[in-house]
């Protein structure tokens, strides 16, 4: 049985979903948030110690303003709301990304990752405004800036998941199968499950028969 340690979610499919039950894709984000909160509670009964979601990519700034501020309401209402139980269960709250938001959400993310810095049982990182590529580029400029020499130790310094074990499996929903310019290095390992299921209705159900899967499959790291 594979030991899970991280598991990185692509949360696709809200817009979809909202259309389709709403005529909302906003509808769709605010199920998506209700399954987050699930698959949260499942991570920490499953024991595992790291969980990656894809909130918000640097490419998503092209969706209609409308979605984008309601998808940052959601963002906020969340942290505001949630951050004193999510730290009471002694979760961690890491965001990955370039954080330019506005002056409001950048002191609401300051206290919460402040607030929870000490916890130990869960880290969440939540992937905001995040971009691989962006990514990459920037910790290649740092590492030539600094003159040092170019080695994955070296590299990973420079990373937003610095001192984050890379993800054991990442799961996207919303049957589409691509990884959409997300943790292109950090997944070089990782399993990959493409889920045919929109994200507001991927369940514990769902989320465990993926994870049992997971742990059976004989991981080699390019051996034999
Ligand atoms: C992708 O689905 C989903 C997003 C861009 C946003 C994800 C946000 C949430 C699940 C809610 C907020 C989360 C937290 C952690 C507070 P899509 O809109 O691209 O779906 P589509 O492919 O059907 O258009």
Redesign the pocket.
């Known amino acids: 049985m594979n030991p899970l340690n991280h598991v990185a979610i692509i949360?696709?499919?809200?817009?979809?979903?909202g259309l389709k039950h709403k005529n909302s894709?906003n509808a769709?984000?605010k199920a998506?948030?209700q399954?987050?909160e699930k698959i949260i509670k499942e991570t920490i009964k499953n024991k595992i110690g790291y969980l990656t979601?894809y909130?918000?990519s640097t490419e998503?700034w092209k969706r209609p303003k409308k979605e984008v501020n309601y998808?940052f309401n959601?963002?906020e209402n969340?942290l505001i709301n949630r951050i004193e139980e999510l730290s009471k269960q002694n979760i961690k709250l890491k965001i990955i990304g370039v954080k330019k938001f506005s002056n409001k959400l950048n002191k609401i993310i300051t206290h919460s990752e402040k607030k929870t810095s000490k916890n130990n049982k869960l880290q969440i990182n939540?992937a905001l405004n995040y971009g691989s590529k962006f990514e990459l580029i920037s910790a290649f400029k740092k590492l030539s800036k600094n003159n040092e020499s170019i080695n994955e130790t070296n590299f990973e310094k420079y990373l937003q998941t610095k001192n984050i074990p890379d993800p054991d499996l990442i799961i996207r929903t919303?049957n589409?199968n691509r990884l959409s310019n997300f943790l292109l290095w950090q997944l070089a390992y990782s399993e990959i499950f493409f889920e045919k299921k929109?994200?507001p209705d991927f369940s514990i159900k769902d989320y465990n028969r993926i994870i049992k899967s997971f742990k059976k499959i004989k991981r080699n790291f390019g051996s034999i």
């Open positions: 949360m696709d499919g809200n817009g979809r979903w894709r769709g984000h998506g948030l399954t987050v979601l909130a918000f998503n998808l959601l963002l969340f939540l919303g589409t929109l994200w």
